[in-house]
């Protein structure tokens, strides 16, 4: 098993990836409030879709403005299936008795079996990414163009959720989720289970997307990324390599969405339209693209952030946020990688450099 | 026996007839040089046979089999390369990468989910046929322009295919790249065929074995070095008197 893990990682990588679990396990868990560690739990659910977005936007180049949506599908997937677990007598859910249904709709019925609602959560992103991804790419649309595209869909994914109130509760979003498998989520205890599962499922992720860069495709994505034309005259079709990394990271959206639901206990289109969307990518952006630690850092970073400014000055989020991608863009393109690369760099380069000889004032002429 | 047969081509550009009903054949092992002057569609009669734009008639057969409607990954597969004006690497994979990602192109995706272990023969071998040997691990963006082109040519070696198309691989290189460059093609062209585009006349006249002179997207001559060379209309195209001489032709 360790030694499975190493060829992943690396033998330095390993050592750290194993330091990192450490601390996010074990030393988290003991030193954090349970308030606090029911953020973090949140934070490494975005950290989780980050990966993905690194996968298709840092290594494959397809800027996707519209996880939000592989998100949301995840994420409505194990609220619907939590809804009907907890529903009344009549097995309807709360807010369908408010919106007049008498009856279950039909698309919802399979999601009552944790043995479809779990799966869908990761398989129908998947879905929807490999046919959209499919059908975009072929076309050769790219760049700006993929990006307004995906955008249009986070848009429109809001307002097909909004306006369909009965089947999926409206503005206000699946809301009023108490248990998860016959557990209390407001008690504490299974709080911190919780987040150890987030935790765990976060490294598997990660080491999975790792894999996939470090292997002879992850270099044909970024193949892809830098060249795509010339990709095709080395026999390979594109259309393909982009497909699967772009269905890979709406895997990974609608996983941590499904488990963004038991963690926050709401699942709403406030989470998965353009702004969410673009939050996420800009943790991405801030570590260093094409880095999948420093999406993870980064996202970690940009979120807690986002929690303590909004706790001292509620407004000023949004100014910090606008100011941060100004500065990324601007200052530091590659992000945190880059930076803590172009330090590391300098700081052996000083190493290096004898020290200057004093020169007697007198010599000088 | 015929590599490659294009009868009666078309390629046109918003009415401009770029390629005007060409016909064009290479036999196999042949090294055949293409050259006239600027527009005269060169590289688009490379384009047009690599799947690179959709040609309004005409038939391209390569080993008798169409060409016409693949995509450009589908020719490649079937033993067509070919390289770019400007050196086309991926310059942040290092030099093997760049190789090896070259020479894995008929995996099947599962096996390219694997991790590279080491470096093949292959690799190794082109590796040295560029002399890239020492810069092996190094980001292929920071290889000088000759070397980047011939990274270029060792990508297209490992691929090993039946018909290589260069599109001025020697263009912008100094002298002794040139030479470097022409030893090297001369390596390639003992197992197959190839198609250069080149104005480098120097260059020609060292390495090529025919030469086809296009001109307004037309075949204006075919035959040795020193049939073309010879050839009163070939002159007067280069020194660009053909125009003039046409116009008076059509006032007459």
């Known amino acids: 098993m360790i030694d499975r893990l190493r060829s992943v990682t690396g033998r330095k990588g390993l050592m750290a990836f194993l330091t990192v679990g450490f601390v996010f396990i074990v030393v988290a868990p003991t030193v954090m409030s349970d308030f606090r560690l029911n953020l973090l739990a949140k934070y490494l659910c975005f950290a989780i879709a980050a990966v993905g977005i690194d996968l298709s936007w840092g290594y494959g180049g397809m800027l996707t403005l519209g996880q939000g949506v592989f998100f949301g599908i995840g994420g409505y997937s194990m609220g619907m299936f939590l809804k009907l677990a907890e529903a009344g007598p009549d097995g309807l859910p709360d807010f369908m008795s408010y919106n007049g249904l008498t009856e279950v709709p039909a698309f919802w019925k399979p999601f009552a079996s944790a043995a479809v609602a779990l799966p869908a959560a990761v398989i129908l992103p998947m879905l929807l990414a490999a046919g959209l991804g499919w059908l975009i790419f072929r076309q050769r649309i790219r760049g700006p163009y993929f990006a307004i595209l995906t955008q249009a869909l986070a848009a429109a994914f809001v307002i097909l959720l909004i306006g369909q109130q009965g089947y999926t509760a409206g503005t206000n979003g699946l809301t009023n989720m108490t248990s998860f498998f016959g557990y209390d989520l407001n008690d504490p205890v299974n709080q911190r289970t919780l987040y150890v599962v987030v935790a765990v499922v976060l490294g598997a992720v990660f080491l999975l997307a790792r894999q996939i860069v470090s292997s002879r495709y992850g270099r044909l994505l970024i193949a892809v990324r830098d060249g795509e034309d010339r990709v095709r005259f080395l026999g390979y079709d594109p259309t393909r390599v982009k497909v699967l990394a772009f269905t890979v990271s709406a895997g990974m959206a609608g996983l941590a969405g499904a488990l963004f639901v038991p963690v926050v206990g709401i699942m709403s289109p406030a989470l998965l339209g353009i702004v969410p969307s673009l939050e996420l990518l800009i943790g991405v952006a801030l570590g260093g693209r094409a880095t999948l630690v420093g999406a993870v850092v980064g996202t970690v970073l940009v979120n807690y952030a986002k929690t303590s400014l909004s706790e001292q000055i509620p407004s000023g989020w949004l100014y910090l946020q606008g100011a941060l991608f100004i500065g990324v863009v601007a200052f530091a393109p590659r992000g945190l990688a880059g930076l803590w690369e172009a330090i590391s760099t300098w700081a052996r380069r000083r190493e290096r450099r004898p020290t200057p000889q004093l020169i007697e004032p007198a010599a000088m002429p | ?252």
């Open chain 2, 1 to 252: 026996m015929n590599l490659l047969e294009v009868r009666d081509l078309e390629v046109v550009f918003d009415g401009f007839r770029a390629i005007d009903g060409l016909d064009f054949t290479v036999a196999e092992g042949d090294v055949r040089f293409l050259i006239g002057p600027n527009g005269a569609g060169k590289t688009t009669l490379v384009d047009a046979i690599t799947g690179r734009n959709r040609p309004d008639g005409g038939t391209v057969l390569f080993a008798n089999e169409n060409l016409l409607g693949r995509a450009e990954h589908e020719i490649v597969r079937m033993g067509v390369g070919r390289s770019f004006q400007t050196p086309a690497v991926f310059e942040s994979l290092t030099v093997v990468e760049n190789l090896d990602l070259a020479a894995s192109f008929r995996m099947p995706l599962r096996s390219l989910l694997r991790r590279r272990r080491g470096v093949t023969e292959t690799v190794t071998t082109a590796l040295e046929a560029v002399n890239l040997t020492a810069s092996a691990s190094v980001a292929a963006g920071i290889l000088s322009h000759g070397q980047k082109q011939w990274l270029e040519i060792g990508m297209l070696l490992v691929q090993e295919p039946k018909l290589l198309l260069l599109d001025e691989p020697v263009a912008g290189m100094s002298p002794e790249e040139r030479t470097r460059t022409g030893e090297l093609l001369h390596e390639i062209a003992r197992s197959r065929t190839v198609v250069v585009v080149e104005h480098d006349m120097e260059f020609l006249r060292r390495f090529a074995r025919s030469v086809t002179v296009m001109h307004e997207g037309k075949i204006l001559c075919e035959g040795s070095v020193a049939e073309v060379q010879g050839n009163p209309q070939v002159q007067e195209v280069y020194l660009g008197r053909g125009r003039d001489r046409r116009h008076t032709a059509e006032a007459v």
